[in-house]
């Protein structure tokens, strides 16, 4: 751990220099989460259910964890709660896993429910930071996130089919765009001794 200004100079130059050293890798990355990406925006279904998969095999090693937890825990008094949890946890996933037509609806709807929500308790924020120049900022971020969890929600369950695998396949783009981006810059960071 760095205990002094010159190891966290050292300490930065050490990961600037595998940045550098390592650009080509992460050119490689890059590539391949944005061709995954525009994979997945031609298959928006598969891709949907895809992550409704993959969120139901989180759900079911939260659920195992939480209730590993509950016992491996001695003389705790939310071991109730925690079996709970993780019960759960589990019936959530097996929901996900046998029925993941049903699993996507369900989480699309928790998705434009947060967005809506989220959008307007940014847009109360933005309005109390409208002295500072970011106000608009904040305010169009709320705006869009409103926007989108409205149309979700007008147009549930049908966007359910398209939603999430769309989400994800935009995901795999931007990351692969900002990988791209990185390991650019990487390439042209100078070396290191």
Not at 54 to 64: C, P, R
Not at 138 to 167: D, K, Q, R
Not at 172 to 191: C, E, H, N, Q
């Given at each position: 751990?760095?205990?002094?200004?010159?190891?966290?100079?050292?300490?930065?130059?050490?990961?600037?220099?595998?940045?550098?050293?390592?650009?080509?890798?992460?050119?490689?990355?890059?590539?391949?989460?944005?061709?995954?990406?525009?994979?997945?925006?031609?298959?928006?279904?598969?891709?949907?259910?895809?992550?409704?998969?993959?969120?139901?095999?989180?759900?079911?090693?939260?659920?195992?964890?939480?209730?590993?937890?509950?016992?491996?825990?001695?003389?705790?008094?939310?071991?109730?709660?925690?079996?709970?949890?993780?019960?759960?946890?589990?019936?959530?996933?097996?929901?996900?896993?046998?029925?993941?037509?049903?699993?996507?609806?369900?989480?699309?709807?928790?998705?434009?429910?947060?967005?809506?929500?989220?959008?307007?308790?940014?847009?109360?924020?933005?309005?109390?930071?409208?002295?500072?120049?970011?106000?608009?900022?904040v305010l169009f971020s709320a705006i869009l996130?409103?926007?989108?969890?409205?149309?979700?929600?007008?147009?549930?369950?049908?966007?359910?089919?398209?939603?999430?695998?769309?989400?994800?396949?935009?995901?795999?783009?931007?990351?692969?765009?900002?990988?791209?981006?990185?390991?650019?810059?990487?390439?042209?960071?100078?070396?290191?001794?």
């Amino acid at each position: 751990m760095a205990t002094t200004l010159e190891d966290g100079l050292n300490s930065i130059k050490g990961f600037m220099g595998d940045l550098r050293n390592n650009w080509g890798w992460i050119l490689a990355l890059g590539i391949l989460l944005l061709i995954l990406g525009f994979i997945g925006i031609g298959m928006v279904g598969t891709m949907t259910l895809a992550t409704t998969y993959y969120i139901g095999i989180i759900f079911s090693i939260a659920a195992v964890a939480q209730i590993f937890y509950a016992f491996a825990a001695n003389n705790w008094k939310g071991v109730a709660l925690t079996i709970i949890v993780g019960i759960l946890y589990g019936i959530a996933s097996y929901i996900l896993l046998t029925d993941p037509v049903s699993g996507a609806a369900s989480l699309t709807m928790v998705l434009g429910v947060a967005l809506l929500v989220a959008g307007i308790f940014r847009a109360i924020v933005a309005f109390k930071l409208k002295p500072l120049s970011v106000w608009g900022w904040v305010l169009f971020s709320a705006i869009l996130s409103i926007t989108l969890g409205v149309l979700i929600l007008m147009n549930w369950p049908n966007s359910s089919v398209y939603t999430l695998g769309t989400f994800m396949a935009v995901e795999l783009i931007s990351a692969g765009v900002s990988y791209i981006m990185l390991a650019f810059s990487a390439k042209s960071l100078p070396k290191t001794a």
